[in-house]
């Protein structure tokens, strides 16, 4: 998710160009750059700076080190998903002859393919990014001649996976060039000027009249206007609409949370997280999983280790090991785990599941687990933060920055990295043929869609939270890959609207919980998916004990399952998933139901009292 800014105009792009990365800084980034066209003895010419850490280290350096005058620019703030955040990966990256510069958000899947192509030619690249690859991509179709719009247009069709590319050439100053495909780029419509942006808060102070593009799409600004095209040069035509958001809103695209701009991002954050990780032969590959499939076959154990909502996460992985891949699998809060003496062996993969790579008790229990010569895997969403530094191998979830301090994107995305090692696991192993893990990686990228789907109708969530404001106390019901699903509904309860909220395993109920039911108390109930031997049965069993004590029943079940609808006050329908996968969805309706609660109860859905959203100290 990171943030882009292109301008042409009359005025100073230098200007024009940082004060719109300011503007984008609330994305979270960790480095930051800016190339500039302006000419030399007559000769165009691109200027460009970039600094891992904040904008204030690019400033310095450009103080230090002042660029040239220039009336057409790119920037850029980079949000790591290939190659640390150094210098060398920051953007603007340029061509092998250093006359295009390009800044570029998404992940290109193929990326390690076309750097082969390009370094058999006799391109050198410096960096580990995909970004780096796309900038000599789309240069060296400039040296047959074409313009910056051809050749934007001919190296696109060459890409595959998520991308928004800004491009300006040394030999025309008077244009810049981007593209986007599932990723957000907006056009900012000037009086002989115009913008691009990642979102509107790049350009808002400038101009408040927008141009949303298409999918496969190429823009290019002058300072006399806008053309866009397809990908194959055929003439097309964006969207204008008027801003009317002020800069606050604009920042959290049109919400009134971040929380809930990023419960509306998980769609595209479950797609990020799973591209690329099909290798050309069909095999699942994963990003720096620096444990050859041999160390991987000797595991015997696995022990994951969070907390929170990542604890949460490494619950429903248990789920999907033990079934995929046959290996027992312990899930243990990060506080507990070096506390209660573990039994670690070379033979156990301790798997650490964290949002921000910088949760203290994550980080003591994995250098715990290293000295007792475990391997150590990280599933973090932070690029280079100290637990997957500090891991042996990583998989990285492709979210985005997560501003709000209750976790959503984060978590979904750790289940999809949850699955995917499980998946690894069992083709590692064999425990799986290729043709099961493929046909759950088919029913992984149909998750996106369905969860559109269950956000298509969040007014219904939204008219039952306002019932429930001033509610003391809400239980949560759920089995086997929905008990963690209920825990985690609970805490958002807790976290957001500070209500008593308790998750609790179904068929536990008749073991004390079931004293706490009065009349009217609200149950929400995670119903397995059908088919899935008695579980679902024993699940409609718990909610007609509950109900039949004066509980309301609020049951979440997949569209279709006529058998749960005499025992259910409230229904919201879920789309139909294997059960290993309603995690993906199921959680959702509780998000926004949190969200829309402390919303009405005039909570600070942000910012909830008490809590950070790194907790960096034990
Ligand atoms: C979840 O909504 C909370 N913000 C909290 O439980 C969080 O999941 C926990 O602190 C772990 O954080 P991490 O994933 O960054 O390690």
Redesign the pocket.
Known sequence: MCGIVGYVGSKQAQHVVIEGLRRLEYRGYDSAGIALVHSVDGRGAIASDKKSGKLANLDKAITESPLPESTTGIGHTRWATHGAPNDTNAHPHLGRDSRLALVHNGIIENFAELRAELEAEGHTLLSETDTEVAAHLVERELTDGVDLTVAMQRACQRLQGAFTLVAVDARDPDRVVAARRNSPLVVGLGEGENFLGSDVAAFIEHTREAMELGQDQVVTITREGVEVTGFDGSPAQGTRYHVDWDLSSAEKDGHDWFMRKEIHEQPRAVADSLLGRRGTDGLLQLDEVRLSDDDLRDIDKIIII??????YAGMVAKYAIEHWCRIPCEVEL?SEFRYRDPILTQSTLVVA???????A??LQAIRHARLQRSKVLAI???NGST?PRESDAVIYTHAGPEI?????K??LT?LVACYLLALYLAQVKGTRFGDEINEVMDQLDEIPAKIQAVLDAEAGIYELAAKYVGTKSVLFLGRHAGYPVAL?GA??LK?LAYIHAEGFAAGELKHGPIALIEEDLPVLCVVPPRGRDQLHDKMISGIQEVRARGARTICLAEEGDTAIVPYADVLITLPKVPTLLQPLVATVPLQLFACELATQMGHDVDQPRN?????TVE
Not at 306 to 311: E, P, R, V, W
Not at 404 to 408: D, M
Request: proline residues 0%; negative net charge; hydrophobic residues 30%.
């Open positions: 969070a907390c929170g909502t990542s604890f990060a599941i964290s949002q921000s790579g910088e949760t008790d994550t973090c969403n932070t637990i709000g301090v209750a976790s959503t984060g978590f750790q985690e805490l958002k976290e809590l950070a959203k790194s907790v």
